[in-house]
């Protein structure tokens, strides 16, 4: 998935945190829907400007961002 064209960040909004296509709903808002059980369906249903493509950038985007972490060794 080509998160890159859904996942914005913008310094004077929700404090440079990445989101959703320029909203005010960050990549963490829907990855803490998706662990506290909701499902893509419920999330749908709650925020309607939403979409199933949106979620999927959202878990490419943490991914992504867990493959380039680097451990430091002591």
Not at 1 to 22: D, F, L
Not at 34 to 54: H, K, V
Request: hydrophobic fraction near 35%.
């Amino acid at each position: 998935m080509n998160y890159q064209n859904i996942i914005t960040i913008e310094p004077g909004k929700r404090s440079g945190k990445p989101c959703i296509r320029g909203m005010r709903i960050t990549v963490y808002d829907v990855l803490s829907y998706l662990a506290s059980g909701m499902t893509y369906q419920e999330i749908l249903e709650d925020f309607p400007y939403l979409t199933q493509e949106d979620i999927l950038a959202c878990l490419s985007y943490a991914a992504d961002r867990e493959r380039q972490t680097l451990v430091a060794q002591a």
